[in-house]
């Protein structure tokens, strides 16, 4: 039932783009992408709803296979700031309610200067 | 506009004593959720509170047990500590609605068990 995230960790040269995927063998109602930093708390990035269009802001964008119950994470023109570990947490099935985030294993990205 | 709170930030226990760990939400939510983060791993649910009552609950012993208060803070009980209970504590709150709703993370308490 835990998503898988792909890939476990990835090294960027300043500059250069990245995709994070999260697959799911349950239908999703919807993921949660997070960042965390060591030793500080998962910092929300965006959401992505089950008939909703695909989000983003700034260089940070993302998308949401419902057929295919995946969604992948972009970061284009990496920063240093991206550094840390980024997890999906997906709500399953038909949602109505916020309900409990099941969360991946986490990617770890390190951006180089 | 305060985010959410938790203390204790750090906390060291023997086993088989007890805890409590408090988190008070964001401004305007009224939905407290409580996860265990193991050392890298991701965040694990235990459960949820809205209007005073546990809503949802994960695969958690009953050793493990909440309460929420009417301002809408919360507090999460762990009985009988073992060793496998040190973790990152973390408390999550959002807004219930009919469609999901973001959930905002707090600082975290570190929870060591000796």
């Known amino acids: 039932q835990q998503p898988v995230q792909s890939p476990q960790a990835v090294i960027l040269r300043e500059g250069e783009d990245a995709v994070i995927n999260c697959s799911s063998s349950?239908?999703?109602?919807?993921v949660h992408w997070y960042r965390q930093k060591h030793g500080e708390a998962p910092v929300f990035l965006m959401i992505?709803?089950?008939?909703?269009e695909q989000k983003g802001h700034d260089k940070i964008s993302a998308s949401f296979n419902e057929k295919k119950q995946q969604s992948s994470l972009y970061l284009t023109a990496s920063q240093l700031s991206y550094s840390g570990t980024y997890f999906c947490?997906?709500?399953?099935?038909?949602?109505?309610?916020?309900?409990?985030?099941?969360f991946g294993k986490g990617t770890k990205l390190s951006v180089k200067p | 506009d305060a985010g959410v709170t938790q203390s204790p930030t750090h906390l060291i226990k023997t086993r088989g004593q007890q805890v409590t760990l408090r988190c008070s939400p964001k401004?305007?939510?009224?939905?407290v959720s409580w996860y265990q983060q193991a050392l890298g791993q991701g965040p694990q649910f235990i459960f949820q509170?809205?209007?005073?009552?546990?809503?949802q609950r994960g695969n958690f012993p009953d050793r493990f047990s909440g309460h929420q208060f009417p301002n809408y803070s919360s507090e999460l009980n762990v009985n009988a500590l073992l060793l496998g209970d040190s973790a990152l504590y973390l408390c999550?709150?959002?807004?219930?609605?009919?469609?999901?709703?973001?959930?905002?993370f707090g600082p975290g308490t570190r929870l060591t068990v000796l």
């Open positions: 999550a709150s959002s807004l219930r609605r009919v469609q999901g709703d973001t959930q905002y």
């Open positions: 349950k239908a999703l109602y919807s």
């Open positions: 992505l709803l089950k008939g909703g």
């Open positions: 947490g997906t709500e399953m099935g038909n949602g109505g309610s916020q309900g409990n985030l099941i």
């Open positions: 401004s305007g939510h009224d939905t």
């Open positions: 509170y809205y209007e005073e009552e546990e809503r």
